[in-house]
């Protein structure tokens, strides 16, 4: 489909509903674009998610850029990069999943062996050393943590030894984040619940 179709479906739409006007908010979009890629999107993947082509991002970041279609502003407003199917997302979550069930014990060979991913990657996720990861790696992480996160794995010394690790770096179990907060940068762990569950 493309933008002069996607384009009028969209004016027609807002004219049925009465709230029709060719332009959006510039600033608003603005600080979309930027306060995804504090959270570690990038511009392209922020196009992606939107439908749009990364040029048009660019350009409406530029100083150069005076107004924004409506329809332009809206994709932008709307897009969700986590949701995306290709492309890099902020490794943010998945470091925090896997410290997460670090905490209760599940070794790197364990999430290694739940993701299929290396247990070299899953080393450098854990410890932090990714900025963005993959979303095939993403997802991967997020189903093993869902499998994971609500039970301990069995009494080993690899199970202690990294439930120690784990305590000396200060990283929290599962139930010290919420599900829709995991990946949010800004976002802090419960303590409180942290105590309750160590």
């Known amino acids: ?37 504090a959270a570690g999107h990038t511009r392209r993947s922020i196009a992606t998610a939107a439908g749009l082509a990364d040029e048009t991002v660019q350009h409406l970041m530029s100083p150069k850029a005076r107004q924004v279609k409506a329809f332009v502003a809206d994709a932008i407003l709307a897009a969700d990069p986590w949701s995306a199917s290709a492309g890099y997302l902020p490794a943010i979550g998945a470091t925090r999943r ?7 014990g599940w070794t790197i060979q364990d999430a290694a062996a739940h993701t299929g991913l290396a247990s070299s990657t899953i080393a450098e ?49 599962p139930l010290a984040w919420d599900d829709d907060s995991i990946d949010d940068p800004a976002a802090v762990p419960h303590t409180v619940m942290t105590k309750e569950a160590s």
Do not use: C, F
């Open 1 to 37: 489909m493309n933008s002069k179709t996607v384009y009028s479906r969209h004016r027609r739409r807002r004219i049925a509903e009465g709230r029709w006007s060719p332009w959006g908010d510039l600033e608003q979009v603005r600080a979309r674009v930027r306060a995804l890629e």
């Open 98 to 104: 896997l410290q997460a069930l670090a905490a209760l």
């Open 125 to 173: 996720i854990r410890r932090g050393g990714h900025r963005r990861v993959q979303a095939p790696t993403h997802r991967a992480v997020v189903a093993a943590y869902d499998q994971l996160s609500m039970r301990r794995p069995l009494a080993t010394p690899g199970a202690a030894v990294t439930r120690g690790k784990a305590a000396r770096r200060n990283w929290v179990p």
